[in-house]
Structure formats: C-alpha cells, structure tokens
C-alpha cells in the first residue's frame, strides 16, 4: 500500500472548488494547458506564472500563501 503525498500546492483543489477545467484556468491565467498541468504537479514555474494563476483563480497576490 503506497502512502500518497499531499500535493505540493493548492492549484489543483483551488480550481476544482471553483469548477474550472485545466483549459479554462490556462486561458485566464494567459498560460498553457501543459504549464497548469506542470503546476498542479509541483513542478517549479517562475514568479510571473504564480501570479497569472494567482489572479486567474480569482484571488490577490496577498493570498500567495494559500495557493503556492
């Protein structure tokens, strides 16, 4: 039985609460399918993609913490 990891950030369940698709939260975000994906993953993205996602999501940057 294999323990699962918490995911390494909040995107993911984020846009679930807020019933977005992948698709639609690259294109609000002004980013790619492939880079949300990466994201909600953990893998690493720079500064100015957190941001995109950040206000995409409907949040403020303030709220950086909740998120990343």
Do not use: H, W
């Not at 699962?4 to 977005?20: D, G, S, T, W």
């Not at 409907?58 to 913490?65: I, M, Y």
Request: one cysteine or more; proline letters at 6%; glycine letters at 4%.
């Amino acid at each position: 039985m294999s323990e699962r990891k918490p995911p390494p950030n909040n995107v993911q369940q984020l846009r679930e609460q807020r019933l977005l698709s992948k698709a639609e939260l690259a294109r609000r975000a002004g980013v790619s399918v492939l880079t949300i994906d990466r994201v909600e993953r953990g893998s690493p993205c720079r500064l100015d993609t957190k941001r995109k996602i950040i206000l995409a999501l409907g949040l403020k940057v303030e709220d950086r913490e909740d998120v990343f």
